[in-house]
């Protein structure tokens, strides 16, 4: 028996009404390959502060969405991305609801036939198997991440630690640093860390405003906190954590130059797999290991590497290529 084909309608994503909003919601909470990056309210703050032309296709049987996918681009560009990465999100592509992959394969050759004349890059959780964007006509590179189960016990965890993790944490508490969640009290102060590790990394630093308005966009769905290490009654290092369904996520922070050496930062990380045991999540996903010094640190937390997917389709693929390489190296 043949299917019926899946119907699609194309929206700028500033256009989406309070319904189509609540909607596309209720795909994500029934999605079992959503993240919180697919969050409508979240990609609608980053499309307006960073002036992108965003859409979202939206998969439909009847009159019910069964699945969807948002993408930006720059304006006068032809690079067409889920997410868009400057902005911090981390993963994209298409959502659906259970059983319903054929709307992801569905989804992706939309998406090509929308953007005839465009590049598209895709960087895809790991809930969605790579052999969907092959049948779709992308081609594919993975690259890991890595997930700590935090459904057993804090003891362990402990014991998957490498030692110099451990060492780093004892470290931290014999100097009698302390990790308190305030959120709000200290955002300001979370921007300025955050500004110390881009200026020290090449990272892009957006300023402070965008930085609050990013934690108030993330109250509701996806709930953002803020975890920060104090020393002498100084913020010396902080990490945003993102709570969505079972899943916590640390996203973006870092430590102080001068404070590196402390352990504060791996006291922070075991703060929040001790916060993700005892709240009832089950999994903390550290969101890549695509950078190779941090790569090296954050296996020592242990856990399970994942391949995550990077896609990337062009009519034209040695334009692709080269538009691609210089997208990953410029963000």
């Known amino acids: 028996m043949t299917r019926e084909r899946t119907k699609f309608k194309v929206i700028k994503l500033n256009e989406l009404d309070n319904l189509t909003i ?7 909470a029934f999605s079992e390959n959503s993240t919180p990056f697919h969050d409508p309210e979240l990609n ?4 307006v502060f960073f002036s992108l032309e965003s859409y979202v296709i939206i998969a439909l049987d009847g009159d019910e ?50 953007f005839l004349k465009d590049t598209i890059y895709i960087k895809s959780g790991y809930k969605i198997p790579t ?42 508490i014999k100097h009698n640093i302390e ?9 300001e102060q979370f921007a300025y860390v955050y500004k110390d590790v881009c200026e020290r990394t090449g990272l892009f630093f957006h300023g402070p405003d965008y930085y609050k308005k990013l934690f108030y966009t993330l109250q509701n769905d996806v709930k953002m906190s803020i975890y920060y290490a104090k020393y002498n009654s100084n913020i010396i290092s902080a990490m945003s954590v993102l709570e969505y369904k079972d ?11 001068n404070f590196i050496d402390t352990g504060a930062g791996s006291l922070i990380y075991w703060e929040i797999l001790k916060h993700a045991c005892s709240g009832g999540f089950r999994t903390f996903d550290f969101l890549g290991l695509d950078i190779g010094p941090i ?17 990337n389709y062009s009519p034209f693929l040695k334009r692709a290529i080269r538009k691609i390489s210089r997208y990953l190296i410029s963000h």
Do not use: M
């Not at 609608?44 to 499309?47: E, L, R, T, W």
């Not at 890991?144 to 362990?156: A, F, G, Y």
């Not at 090296?296 to 399970?304: D, E, L, P, V």
């Open 65 to 114: 969405i069964y699945g969807f996918i948002i993408c930006h681009k720059k304006q006068d560009d032809s690079l067409i991305t889920s997410p868009y990465q400057l902005s911090l999100l981390t993963y994209g592509g298409p959502v659906s609801l259970p059983g319903k992959d054929h709307i992801i394969t569905d989804l992706l050759r939309k998406l090509k036939k929308n």
């Open 131 to 172: 052999d969907l964007y092959r049948k779709s006509g992308y081609r594919i590179q993975t690259i890991p991440t890595l997930l700590i189960d935090t459904d057993r016990s804090e003891q362990l965890i402990w014991d998957g630690f490498d030692n110099r993790i451990r060492r780093n944490i004892k470290k931290a």
């Open 295 to 311: 790569a090296f640190y954050k296996r020592g937390f242990g856990g399970t590497e994942i391949d995550i997917c990077h896609a």
């Open 22 to 28: 609540d909607h596309l919601k209720r795909v994500l």
């Open 44 to 47: 609608k703050f980053i499309s």
């Open 179 to 187: 990790v308190i969640i305030e959120n709000e009290r200290y955002l």
């Open 247 to 257: 899943q916590i996520n640390p996203w973006f922070g870092g430590t102080k130059a």
